[in-house]
C-alpha cells in the first residue's frame, strides 16, 4: 500500500475555494482503480506544542493500492483538469509518498 501525504499552501485567504473545488473532484477520484483513501484536511487546534497552525494550508491525505495506481490518478482527465482549474489558487506543494516499513 502507498501513502501520499500533499501539504498544499494556498494563497491567503483562499483555503475555501480550493476546497470547494476539491471537494467537487473526489467522487471521480474515489472511483479509480486502486483508490483506497483520499480525503482533505485542515488544521485544528489542539493545544499540542509544537503544533504548526497554517489557515492557508490544505492536506491530502491519500492511500493507494500501488505505485501504478498513483500515477495512473496523476494523469487522469479529472485530474489535469482540476490542476488547471486551481493552479491560481496554490502556492506551493510538498508531497511525501510513503510506504509502510
Known sequence: MI????????????ADEFLEMFKANVPSVKAEPGCIAYMPTIDVDAGLPPQDLDPDRVVIIEKWESLDA??????????L?????????????????LQEA
Open 3 to 14: 501513502h501520499v501525504i500533499a501539504s498544499i499552501l494556498v494563497k491567503a485567504g483562499k
Open 70 to 79: 498513483l500515477h495512473a490518478h496523476l494523469k487522469a482527465p479529472h485530474m
Open 81 to 97: 483538469a482540476y490542476r488547471e482549474r486551481t493552479r491560481d489558487l496554490v502556492e506551493k506543494t510538498v508531497l511525501n509518498v
